[in-house]
Nanobody
Framework: EVQLVESGGGLVQAGGSLTLSCVAS????????LCWFRQAPGKKREGVSC????????WYADSVKGRFTISSDKAKSTSYLRMNSLKPEDTAVYYC???????????????????WGQGTQVTVSS
């Protein structure tokens, strides 16, 4: 059974940092792309950052470039999202998602992802 379990969310002041974790199980971690999405109240879910666990290639949404860093620890089957310089507009429920990797490409959109975690709340106060 595929499982993705996020943790690390919380309340932080603007300018602060958080690191989210996503522990994966039930599939071959190296053969998958992991992506972090977020959904703010009243808004559509959007892609934040993705990583190809085989090649290590990454993608970031423009809104988080230079502030967020995605990484994976293959030995722990865990993906991390380090979030620095947080802004109130980063407030959302953050989801980890996984899908089989695409050779020569990277899935970035919600519909491309097969497996989802339950989400973790990130709240940034001004």
């Amino acid at each position: 059974e595929v499982q993705l379990v996020e943790s690390g969310g919380g309340l932080v002041q603007a300018g602060g940092s958080l690191t989210l974790s996503c522990v994966a199980s039930g599939f071959a971690f190296d053969d998958y792309t992991l992506c972090w999405f977020r959904q703010a109240p009243g808004k559509k879910r959007e892609g934040v950052s993705c990583i190809d666990n085989s090649e290590g290639t990454t993608w970031y949404a423009d809104s988080v470039k230079g502030r967020f860093t995605i990484s994976s620890d293959k030995a722990k089957s865990t993906s991390y999202l380090r979030m620095n310089s947080l802004k109130p507009e980063d407030t959302a429920v953050y989801y980890c998602a996984a899908t089989p990797r695409i050779v020569g490409g990277m899935a970035r959109y919600e519909y491309e992802y097969d497996y989802w975690g339950q989400g973790t709340q990130v709240t940034v106060s001004s």
